[in-house]
């Protein structure tokens, strides 16, 4: 099996978070995660690490609801279409140790990154981040 060529480089520097967008299994429109002022940052280095955050950023949020915020960093490989990071911290201790893979597309200074399907009140999610280079 031959491996795929290390394509790092075209990820290295600092990328802010554009947009992201949630849809149901049919395509539908949902409510964007991290609500409707999201904020977040993604560096890689040249050293193959990167660490990731993102936070509703809101200074009030609605009454009864928590702040949405993730991140984690760790070692990453990219092949020109697939992300995968092997995690050795995070804010969510189930993914220590794990490689989280992303399919991936660069599209000029925009990195569109596809998250797994997560359940959010009650639905399947199938959400695209992306990201713009910004450094």
Known sequence: MQEEPDKSYMLIGVWKLVNITNRDAEGNILRSSYGPRKMGLITFNDDHRM???ISDGREHLPSRREREYSSYAGTYRFD???LV???DCSTVPDRMGT???RPARLDGVWLILTA???EIEGVINYRDLTWEKIH
């Open 51 to 53: 660490m990731v955050v």
């Open 80 to 82: 020109g279409t697939t």
């Open 85 to 87: 990071t092997r995690v």
């Open 99 to 101: 490689d989280q893979v």
């Open 116 to 118: 797994p399907p997560a």
